[in-house]
C-alpha cells in the first residue's frame, strides 16, 4: 500500500511564503507524475501544478511566476514552494501521485494526500 503525507501548510500574510512537502511511502517501484492541487471554499479542486519524472512542469496561470513544483525521486518527495501569496490562493493543498507499486510495477494508481490547509490574510 501507498501513503502520501502533506507537511507546511499554516496562516500567512499576503506576500509571504509558504512551502510545502508530499512523501510517499510503502512499496513503491516508481512514480511517473507528482501533482499539487487546491480546493477552496465552495469551489471545484483544481490542478495547480505539475511535474512528470522527466522533468517537465506546468503551472495554473493564476500562479505562474509565484509558486515553483520540484521533486526529489530518491526520496519520493514533491514540494510546492509558494512565493508572494495572495488571499485567492487560501485553499486546501492537496498532492497527487501516480505510483507504480511493487506488486504492480507495469500500471500506475492514483493517490492522493489528505490535504494541507493554507490560509492567507490580507
Known amino acids: 500500500q501507498v501513503q502520501l503525507v502533506e507537511s507546511g501548510g499554516g496562516l500567512v500574510q499576503a506576500g509571504g511564503s509558504l512551502r510545502l512537502s508530499c512523501a510517499a511511502s510503502g512499496t513503491i517501484f516508481s512514480i511517473n507524475d507528482m501533482d499539487w492541487y487546491r480546493q477552496a471554499p465552495g469551489k471545484q479542486r483544481e490542478l495547480v501544478a505539475l511535474s512528470n519524472r522527466g522533468g517537465s512542469t506546468n503551472y495554473v496561470d493564476s500562479v505562474k511566476g509565484r509558486f515553483t513544483i520540484s521533486r526529489d525521486n530518491a526520496k519520493n518527495t514533491v514540494y510546492l514552494q509558494m512565493n508572494g501569496l495572495e488571499s485567492e490562493d487560501t485553499a486546501v493543498y492537496y498532492c497527487?501521485?501516480?505510483?507504480?507499486?511493487?506488486?504492480?510495477?507495469?500500471?500506475?494508481?492514483?493517490?492522493w494526500g489528505p490535504g494541507t490547509q493554507v490560509t492567507v490574510s490580507s
Open positions: 497527487h501521485m501516480k505510483v507504480r507499486s511493487r506488486a504492480t510495477p507495469f500500471r500506475a494508481y492514483d493517490y
